[in-house]
């Protein structure tokens, strides 16, 4: 918690304050003497409301700055009436003489705490509008009126945030601490960054009654950086941040507007300023949208919304500014930064990691310190794998929400293809390890940031080793393998799809990570002729595609069965296509005799024999998996029988007869 002030008179300010409110209360406690009194017509010292003020002016001359009373008073625009009920609620809490002498003042032992009906006959300055809704006191919540018969006679409580606030004590009201955090800045940031936080700066120091706060909006898909942006420029303006995310706004008017009363009363309170988080908002949500919405263009002082795409704002000036993912030459003066003494004996690894990742700041200080105990002790080889598998952690956590991660030891002897198909796969892998010195070290991104997209389409039968070989190009780059659910990405609701590619693409160009689309043709197939207005936006969708695919750093590898039915303007933009063949005998023999690990025991397999089953690479895993476990089962080697036992059951699945010339007299 903080004490009000500033620290370098911190605790003078507080012992001033409290023998300031001390006085204060005795003035209160003075008045109930003497309103007793003169009910019940005893003598009445003339001179006490006057020495109780002179210990309130003494007290007073004694600060260094104004009293806590003083500021809610200035604070909230309160009468001397209203602020005088306001510390007579307190003095309640504060002094066990005044809940009697309450009891005693309004002729009731049970009602020992203040009334309107009390303050309005022991007060000066008394006016009836202090206790209406709209007064001060009751729209800012600085007292509540408790249940009672008739308003005069009701409870009336200071609110616990005012009462400690006047001992001087600041904290964030715990009905906006559930679901609030202070924002922290979590790395330096770098120089592009830094000029966005500045000009959030200067947009602040221009505000004026006759140009109110606007609302800055943070876009982009990186996250970390949009908060250490916000948290650098609320610093640079004295003011404390705290994130709000944007699914806790209640969705009720009741609920949004005491959330935005407590909200604007903190920032009046204690120079607090939000970070509203939308980045995981739903916009399917209507109504949540809705809320968010209103709370934006309603709720008060220094707001920064960080968002994925701009959102519209009616009724209140708005600065939007985008935030892009760091350069290279910023990812590798942080990662250089980061390393310290290490930097100049990793520069081959430094280089390899900017071009792959992209990283904010906060990512590569996480990065690091997950290999520091490494750093003087490892080798140059060592660190930068470690640092590499760091790098595809940090960049897996917001991928992992949206696709399905792959894990595989799949290598290129595991492959079963001709010559050529493995000759284009391997130049797939070329071009994602160069591309960083060809797009940008040789300049071929300067020309034009079009096709420099890296993308594949793998064609053919069910079962040909379209997957597998998509392992084992992620294996050879050691990157990531996410597999696409498009159950997940297309949605019936007009834009959303769009929407979900958006995501999808801004989460995996962290990494770089390779995005398998499987069955692509589904969701890919040819544009149609505009009918009516589902066909024209089925057509958008596809051209949105397209224009991500070209865009995205990493690859994206499409996989389908019937290459004619995808769309020729769609292939003319795939930058290579692998034909999968199905697999002739020759081929089969070969993946026949490298299916089984090594260590699953096998006795008088006939591989020529196997081979004679007409089916495919995919097809061929089942039936040696399904005969390793009658096999265990058995408690014996895998033998032919097992094989033939399970090839009966593949081919039963697939709803295709075994022939005769497969089995021959093997059966």
């Known amino acids: 918690m903080q004490t009000l002030n500033a620290p370098a008179t911190a605790i003078p300010w507080l012992q001033a304050n409290q023998h300031y409110l001390s006085a204060a209360i005795g003035w209160i406690r003075t008045l109930l003497v003497q309103h007793i009194a003169r009910a019940n017509g005893a003598a009445i010292d003339d001179d006490a409301e006057q020495i109780a003020r002179t210990e309130i002016a003494t007290a007073r001359a004694r600060m260094s700055a104004p009293p806590a009373l003083e500021a809610v008073r200035a604070i909230f625009d309160l009468s001397a009436f209203e602020c005088d009920l306001l510390l007579l609620c307190a003095a309640v809490e504060f002094d066990a003489d005044i809940a009697p002498l309450c009891a005693t003042a309004q002729h009731d032992p049970q009602r020992t705490y203040p009334t309107f009906g009390l303050a309005l006959a022991l007060l000066p300055d008394m006016h009836w509008s202090a206790i209406t809704p709209t007064a001060p006191l009751r729209r800012w919540g600085l007292v509540e009126i408790g249940a009672g018969n008739g308003l005069t006679r009701c409870p009336t409580r200071i609110d616990e945030r005012l009462l400690h606030y006047l001992v001087g004590v600041q904290y964030l009201d715990p009905r906006l601490a559930s679901n609030t955090e202070p924002l922290i800045g979590a790395a330096e940031l770098v120089p592009s960054q830094r000029q966005l936080a500045d000009r959030l700066v200067a947009g602040w120091q221009t505000i004026t009654p006759q140009h109110p706060v606007p609302i800055v909006q943070l876009c982009g898909p990186e996250t970390a950086s949009k908060r250490a942006i916000a948290a650098a420029a609320y610093a640079a303006v004295g003011v404390y941040p705290f994130v709000m995310r944007a699914e806790t706004i209640p969705t009720d008017t009741d609920g949004l507007g005491t959330v935005i009363r407590l909200w604007e009363r903190e920032v009046l309170l204690g120079s607090r300023a939000l970070y509203l988080d939308c980045d995981a908002l739903d916009t399917a949500d209507t ?42 030459a910023e990812q590798d003066a942080a990662w250089r930064t ?16 900017v071009s792959q990742f992209r990283l904010s700041g906060a990512a590569i200080q996480t990065a690091t310190d997950a290999v520091r105990p490494y750093l003087d002790t490892a080798d140059t080889h060592t660190i930068g794998s470690l640092l590499w598998e760091a790098c595809r952690t940090e960049s897996r956590t917001r991928l992992d929400d949206l696709a399905q991660r792959i894990e595989s030891d799949a290598a290129w002897d595991d492959l079963v293809l001709p010559q050529a198909q493995r000759d284009i796969l391997h130049q797939i892998a070329v071009h994602v390890r ?3 010195r060809v797009y940008h070290t040789w300049g071929f991104a300067s020309k034009g940031a ?66 398998l689309f499987d069955e692509a043709d589904a969701l890919f197939g040819k544009r149609s002729e505009v009918k009516d207005s589902h066909d024209r936006y089925a057509n958008i969708e596809v051209s949105y595609l397209l224009q991500r695919m070209e865009a995205y750093s990493g690859l994206a590898i499409l996989t389908t069965n019937l290459q004619r039915a995808l769309d020729t303007a769609f292939l003319r933009r795939i930058r290579f296509v692998v034909q999968f063949p199905f697999p002739d005998t020759a081929q089969r023999i070969e993946i026949w005799r490298r299916v089984f690990p090594a260590a699953t025991p096998t006795r008088d397999l006939q591989i020529e024999t196997l081979a004679r089953l007409n089916i495919a690479g995919g097809n061929i895993r089942n039936i040696a998996q399904n005969a390793a476990f009658l096999a265990a089962d058995a408690d014996e080697p895998v033998r032919m029988p097992h094989l033939l036992h399970a090839a009966r059951a593949e081919y039963a699945k697939i709803e295709k007869p075994l022939t005769g010339v497969e089995v021959g007299d093997w059966a």
């Open 287 to 328: 109504v949540r949208m809705n809320a968010v919405t209103r709370f934006i263009e309603r709720v008060g002082g220094p707001v920064v919304v960080a968002n994925r795409e701009r959102r519209p704002t009616e009724g209140r000036p708005s600065l939007t500014l985008d935030v892009p993912s760091p350069t290279f």
């Open 338 to 353: 980061a390393l310290g003494a290490a930097a100049p004996h990793l520069n081959g690894q430094v280089g390899a990691l």
């Open 434 to 436: 160069q591309r960083a």
């Open 450 to 515: 079009r096709g420099l997209g890296i993308s594949a389409l793998f064609a053919g039968a069910s079962g040909t080793g379209k997957t597998m070989a998509a392992e084992v190009l992620a294996n050879e780059l050691r990157l990531d393998l996410y597999r696409i659910d498009l159950s997940s990405v297309v949605s019936k609701y007009i834009g959303e799809t769009e929407k979900n590619l958006r995501r999808l693409f801004d989460a995996a160009e962290t990494g770089g990570a390779i995005l």
